[in-house]
């Protein structure tokens, strides 16, 4: 199977695709750059048709490949693959989402809502509870299906890539806090109330005390 190759021909990938539970997500390594931009470039290249010209899809092809390798060092980005099969990816910063790409042979089929999964879990891990995402016309569907909303101003802009001007919308969301965070913080201001109070009680006795 080469790196780019979709899971096994014979597997029913218009069935519910059983394959997905097999997908392994781990972090990616700077040195895995050629096989990042290949997959880049491919669902590019197949999944904005209808959305994009040729050359904005070309603009947005080059931007992508700019830099990769300083991106995945200095982002977190996370592939999915089935054996050896890289088969999509996402990118997190602080920010919010910076990349999310699919294998165009096995679009539809539940694997962006995965990686969105994952990297929601891991910027919920990190503590960043609101993520921001630049989309793609072709994605923005797909991201409002997973809770994402457009902000209310100015929600369609253009970003310029190689001085071309490619429509985008902004979209973000709110992740919810875990449970155990509030119940912390709700016990250290009970812990902090107690304390004051005891100190106010301590002092109010002392000045009691020396004034008799
Ligand atoms: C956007 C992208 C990652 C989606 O991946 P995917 O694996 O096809 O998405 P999923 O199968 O997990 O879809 C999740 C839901 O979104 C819906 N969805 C996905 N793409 C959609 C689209 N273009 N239009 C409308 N709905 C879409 C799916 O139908 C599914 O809905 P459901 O849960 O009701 O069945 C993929 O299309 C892609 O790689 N696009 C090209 C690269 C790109 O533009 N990336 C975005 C950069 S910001």
Redesign the pocket.
Known sequence: MNSLAAPDNDEPLQEPPHWLERIEIRRLAPQESGMVSAL?EL??RE??VGYYSDNQIEAIIEAQNDGIKLRLSGERCYGAFHQDALL?LVCLTRLG?T????H?R???????????THAEQEAQRLSWYRLE????L??????Q??GYRPYIIQSQQTVNCANIHIP?VSLYKELPRPESTSTQAAVSSTDISIALFTWCFFVGLSVALIRR
């Open positions: 880049q669902s590019l999944l904005s999509g989402i990349g999310l790409y699919c165009p096995i679009a539809r089929q539940g694997l962006g809502r995965r990686l969105m995402v630049v989309a793609s072709t994605a923005v569907e797909f991201y299906k997973l985008v």
